[in-house]
């Protein structure tokens, strides 16, 4: 009989090539017309940010854009689009990029009805305030999965990586339009296709694994182990870059159903302090851990290791083949090993052991299937800084 598990669905979900023409029309048939929209976008994405706002401006709505927000966003930018949002009298708050601009458009709507800024309300330590603004979500990259997720993720003042989570950030209307991934750079490609690919082997491998939730994220590994080298290969392929938007959209799902583990744990510690990429960071950090969690957890790591590619006559062969595959996949896609030019020393092994176990990154790291003390934790760290 299976364990007993809590799964809750939330947002709708539209995907398909050129859909980002329609998000003034789908959003006039949930907030009606005339609706008064702010637009958290990435910086860098302005022509999308024109389309985008173009689209709405086109249905009758009116449009404030916000893109004064970083990666890996601040506390205080978020506090910045939320004020932008209460001046101009915003009904809802439309995401458009990465995960960075996700989490400021998906922290800024639950935070504007209140007083409060985004720090009040970090490691859930205080309860969000009631009466969300309508979340639309529209990802450029596919990685994250922030898009269907009920969490954010962003810095304090002292660049110390925090979090949020509740059923209020999770989005309302997803738009997945592949046409909008085309023009990432081959390693943002490889990076953020890497930390689907991580938020799905995290998610069926953790404590808090279940059947209900394994389905969504095989079919996540499945879909970027086939992809992922053909998106990076060659962008401009739809049918590839429109497989890894539904793998991260799946793993996303995953991740928020069941939540990360010891790669994520370890992969904020390096986001904090050495400013590495997420998607990069819970990669190599997944590949230092894989060899302790695989053989933890044969069956359950047999299973990702099928979804994979990989065969064997047991689940112990499958999971002890697990790792060399996982690694050799990162250099396929062109992942780049932690080195010295991240800022990272040998020396800096117990910083790192430190920041892993700091409040904000304890629950992943307890949720992971082979318990680490700080000892078997400083043997992870080791091998992910092998190459320093």
Known sequence: MPDPFKLQLGSEIIFGSGRLHALGEETSARLGPGARLLLVADPALTKSADKAESALAGAGHQVARFDRL???PRADQIDEAADQ???FGADG????????????AKMTAAVTPGSQGAEHYALNRNDLPRGSLFKIAVPTTSGTGAEVTRSVVYSNAEGIKLWADADCLRPDLVLLDPELTVAMPASLSANTGVDALVHAIESTTNTSAHCFNDGQALQAISLVATHLPRAVREPRDLEARGAMQIAACLAGLAIDACGTAVAHALGHALGTLFKVHHGRAVGLSLAAALPGNAAAW?????RVAGAFGLSGASDQALAEALP???DAFLKEVGVVPLGEADGVRGRDLERI???TCEPQNLPMLKRNCHPLDRDALGEV?????SAV
């Open 70 to 72: 970083t990666s890996d």
């Open 85 to 87: 949002a209460r001046t």
């Open 93 to 104: 708050v439309v995401g458009l990029g990465g995960g960075s601009a996700l989490d400021v």
């Open 298 to 302: 044969p069956e359950r790591h047999a």
């Open 324 to 326: 060399a595959a996982y």
């Open 353 to 355: 052991v430190e920041m």
């Open 381 to 385: 760290v080791g091998r992910l800084m």
